[in-house]
């Protein structure tokens, strides 16, 4: 293990991006496609079904969210299918900042005060907002009861080559989170354009103090891809050996069946590896994914599809 050696300059920070090995494209695009093909058998399907309810991050965020829509949510979140009490709770709720106190008192009144709320912030989906902005963002999302802080990195600074910039600001606000709350890296992968910038955008979150990174705001296609979630899953697993430090890895945008969520579940077990199978290391962003998985979870157990109706619609 060794201990990297960024000392916050632009200097130090490109020196230790070129000492990563680049992605092979056409290696990394064949491995996720030939990991998505693989099949899990029949007693391991409902484990699956279960440890997905559990890792993902249950989402809204829409300019027309009402504070009823996400208690809504909150009320789903603790228990995901009502007659079914077998059913895992969710891993977070994840909300826009105006609603973490609201998600906060309702879960907390509603038997689910272990669910963390994840606010996203620093000028969300853009990043385009000076520091003190950000920063703010981030307190009042705190005091409110957030125990998670989704950021964005500036994408703009970070395709120009500023990195330095980039790399303040996550040091900025992991000093804010402090052991108050755990800090997300949103990459904005769609934005970045070639593995190589995911890798390295990954290694420079991370060495930040990133307690995840995240590939999507679920703004921007492509979202989260099989290659990029490949690319991500092998710089922690490269950065664990580094460091022995783990880094959790957050899907988001696009996953929205039963089919995806095992295809992450795969990923990460062939490529991370199954330390990494927790929603304390694992997290999937998503809305309509958590219906999907409960018909499918009632089709195993009672032999038969429910109607969509059975499900809450969100």
Known sequence: MTMLVIDGSETSIKSFLRTLSPVDQVGAESRAAMLGTRSIKTASKLWAIDTAIS??????????DTPGK???????A???DPTDSTVPHVGAV????????IAREHLDNNGGKSIPVAAVSTAFPSGRASLEVKKRDTEDAIADGATEIDMVIDRGAFLSGNLAKVFAEIVCIKEI????????????TGEL??????????????????????????????AATTPVVL???????????????????????GIRTTKDAIKQLVLVNETAGPEWLTP??????????????????????NGQYSGRNYVTLD
């Open 55 to 64: 890792m993902i991050d249950l989402t809204t965020l829409e300019g027309a």
């Open 70 to 76: 996400v208690m809504a949510l909150c009320t789903k």
């Open 78 to 80: 603790v228990r995901p």
């Open 94 to 101: 994840c909300v826009y900042n105006d609603m973490v106190r």
């Open 177 to 188: 989170c402090g052991d108050r709350a755990h800090l997300k890296v949103i990459l904005e």
């Open 193 to 222: 354009v070639t593995y190589d910038n995911v890798r390295k955008a990954s290694f420079l979150a991370m060495a930040a103090g990133a307690d995840f990174i995240k590939t999507s705001t679920g703004k921007v296609v492509p």
């Open 231 to 253: 690319v991500m899953l092998e710089a922690v697993r490269d950065y664990f050996q580094m460091t022995g430090k783990k880094i959790g890895v957050k899907p988001a945008g």
């Open 280 to 301: 304390d290391l694992f997290r999937i962003g998503a809305s309509a994914l958590l219906n999907d998985l409960l018909m499918q979870r009632m089709k195993m157990k």
